[in-house]
């Protein structure tokens, strides 16, 4: 219904000329662009598996060294995301994710100057982990919560895909590079899948829906009472669009709602299941399951082609966790998603080899589908505790992804070091996602339910 104006007669609500009608949503143009942005930012996740050999074999550098370089690079990748979610609300989101994409680049072109250990250490660990940590996940749920206010589970699976997308476009492409003519090629092309993205970053990613003047998609007009009519937003009590929350020091606001998040339960609860998470996929497989493969005879671009494949079903998986996620209750699929994960881990000692058996490829199909099925589930229940702070409490959280990660990747190269192989690795994992099942399964029920921690 329309409000009456001063005579008592309703007043029709004003009306785009029919020629400037929007046929789509500016939402997802957004969607769209941070799609492309988390490809491009997406290759070197698919590096360091296929360049850890070649790099042992012209520098004689140790597993363990140079998985304390993806180490760094993983915790820098989780420390940095609740800060950068703070940094898109403080800068904009546009400015953050362009610097983010020209460190990566840059992290990447340094690379092929390193001869010494420490120096790779500085690329691959610092430069290309602040990059890739502005990059991250958060940034996926920023979009979602920024611009979508439905179909944002959809949104995150979609997003999130994203990055499964730059590991199934690089990959191949590394692997051969690395072979022909070698790893520097390798590390050029992940500078330039980075830095390709950053114009359609500067043109395309708008910060905000009042940014070109629409609501976020699926948004109702807010109803303003007749005599607030003429009040400005804060007056009226509502937020004032294209500003952010909070103008307060990024750092500290992020500081601050890590402060508060740490004193409910199921923010240690999602914390916890995502280290897991992380240890099981960034941190081993992605990283030690090429030079593990090698070690069983396989070679090394048919261990990459099989994480390929891995990328091809985790867009599938991602995507339709996102849509589960709108459906059904998010800390059930996180349950179901960690012990299916553990299984797979239990049977990986027994399939590699020398050659892709059946068996391998079912591994891989089922991996993938469940790779990071986690993140929508995650994403809704910390917007749906935390409200209006959930996509920095989110950030915190994929820290914990990404400390987890770190362990597990500098774990498995002191691991394969010291005994040879890398079944300790899988076995171990394994039994830490039948812990993150049950972790998840055990958060508590009435967590939705709680009002939104708001924080100042």
Known sequence: MTAPDVTGVPTEPPRLPSGKRRRLHPA??????????LVGAAGFRAAPGVLMVP??????????????????NLVLFGLTAPFAAALMERFGIRKVTALALCLIGLGSALTVL???????????GVL??????????????????????????????????GSAAGQLVF??????????????????????????????????????????GVLPYGAEEPVVPAADAGATPAASGMPEPGLPKDSANAAVRALQVLKRAAKVRTFWA?????????????G????????????????????????????????????ASGWLTDRFNPKVLLAVYYQFRGIGLLVLPLLLGSSVEPSMIIFVVVYGLDWVATVPPTAAICRSVFGADGSVVFGWVFAAHQLGAAAAALAAGFIRDATGHYNYAWLGAAAMCTVAAVISATIRKDAAKKEPIAVA
């Open 28 to 37: 997802w143009i957004v969607a769209a662009v941070a799609f492309l942005a």
């Open 55 to 72: 790099l042992q074999q012209e520098f004689g550098w140790s597993t363990t060294v140079l998985s304390l370089a993806v180490s760094i």
């Open 114 to 124: 390193v001869n010494q250990s420490w120096q790779i250490l500085l690329t691959w």
């Open 128 to 161: 290309i982990g602040l990059g890739t940590g502005s990059m991250a996940l958060v940034f996926a749920a920023t979009i979602a919560n920024t611009w979508f206010a439905k179909s944002r589970g959809l949104v995150i699976g979609i997003l999130t895909a």
């Open 171 to 212: 990959l191949p492409f590394i692997a051969a590079l690395a072979q022909n003519p070698g790893w520097r090629g390798a590390s050029l092309l992940i500078a330039a899948g980075a830095l390709a993205v950053v114009p359609l970053v500067l043109r395309w990613l708008r910060n905000s829906p009042a940014d070109v």
């Open 270 to 282: 999602l914390a916890a299941g995502f280290a897991i998470c992380g240890a099981t996929t960034n």
């Open 284 to 319: 081993l497989i992605g990283t030690h399951f090429i030079p593990s493969a090698h070690d069983h005879g396989m070679p090394e671009t048919t261990a990459a082609g099989l994480l390929a494949v891995v990328g091809i079903f985790d867009i599938v998986g991602t995507i």
